[in-house]
Structure formats: C-alpha cells, structure tokens
C-alpha cells in the first residue's frame, strides 16, 4: 500500500483497512522515509514499512515473512514440538486465542487486533512466562531486526493493553520486565 495514493491518503485507507478487517497483512511502500512517517505508517496499523528505493529480494522475504506470520503461508516444518497445533485454542481464564480463526476473545468479547497484534499475543502467550527483550521480540514476531526502531514494540504493546483492558480490566496478561521487555502472565 502506497502513503501518496492519487486521489486518497494511504495512511487514511490502512486504517480503514484495519478497521474493517484485522487479520489482513499490510505492506506500506513508499518513498517518504522519516522516522515520523515511518512511526505513522505502523501506528496507522500496517505490518511493515518499505522505503523506495528498494531491495526486490528483501521485499520478497519481507512479504513472506508477513504471509507466513499470518498464517496464509504453510508452517514451517521444523515448527518447535512443544508449541500448540493451530486448530487449538490457547487459553488463559477468561482470554481464548484462536489461532486457525485469528481470533481473540476477553471475558466473552471478541477484540479486534491488527495482523500484528495478534501475532505479538499468541507469540507471548505461547511462551507464558518467559520474558523477551524488544530486540527479541522484533527478530520472533516482526521476522528480522528493524535497528533503531525497538519502540515500536511498545507501541504495538500499548495498543494491546489498551484492547485487552477495554475489554475487561482486571487481568493484566502482558507485563513489563523493567529494564528488559515484556511477558505473558497467565494469572
């Protein structure tokens, strides 16, 4: 999705696209390369963010990574023994995560959660307990490592405490390991 489209912004169009549908991935592309253009672009909710000019080849491996992350690509086969297959659920009282549907319920209420956000939740629930740096959580979830750009965990951290508490606001399953990341408590 391109920033400058002709007749539309396509920051205004991401948002949308997020609001109607939350599990579709979202490739910015675009030759404004700002740090605040880049910040806009994934807090207006797209998965990633290309600037022109660009690598085809690493575009390539950004897209399948985003498509693999989303579940539209098939796993991979050395996929880790111990994890959850993905037509169960992960539960967690009263929070059900629905891999296979990409779908998220709190206390009964369905959450609507970007690409993204989902793929930070079921990441952290999969490893309830252990606590990832930005870094980390940047190269698992995001697929490589965006230098600099760490921040933008806390972003996508913040925007889903704020639609987990919004949905019920007594768990608090994503915690904060001062000074080192983040964790899933279940608890």
């Known amino acids: 999705l391109d920033v400058m489209l002709p007749n539309y912004s396509g920051l205004d169009l991401c948002r949308e696209l997020r609001q109607q549908q939350a599990a579709i991935p979202i490739i910015m592309l675009t030759s404004l390369d700002s740090e605040i253009d880049r910040v806009l672009g994934l807090e207006f909710g797209a998965d990633d963010y290309v600037t022109k000019p660009f690598s085809m080849r690493e575009f390539q491996a950004r897209v399948k990574a985003l498509l693999r992350r989303s579940q539209l690509f098939?796993?991979?086969?050395?996929?880790?023994?111990?994890?959850?297959?993905i037509s169960e659920p992960l539960s967690f009282?009263?929070?059900?995560i629905h891999i296979a549907q990409r779908d998220v319920y709190l206390a009964g209420k369905a959450l609507d959660l970007t690409a993204k956000e989902f793929d930070l939740l079921v990441y952290l629930a999969r490893h309830a307990g252990k606590v990832f740096s930005r870094a980390q959580l940047l190269d698992e979830v995001w697929d490589y490592h965006y230098n600099g750009y760490e921040h933008t965990v806390n972003t996508h951290i913040n925007?889903?405490?704020?639609?987990?508490?919004?949905?019920?606001?007594?768990p608090n399953f994503i915690q904060t390991a001062w000074g080192v990341g983040y964790k899933f408590s279940n608890g």
Do not use: G, Q, S, W
């Not at 009282?93 to 059900?96: G, M």
């Open 159 to 170: 925007r889903l405490r704020n639609k987990l508490k919004r949905a019920d606001p007594k």
């Open 93 to 96: 009282d009263e929070l059900v």
């Open 74 to 85: 098939p796993p991979a086969e050395n996929a880790a023994i111990d994890e959850p297959k």
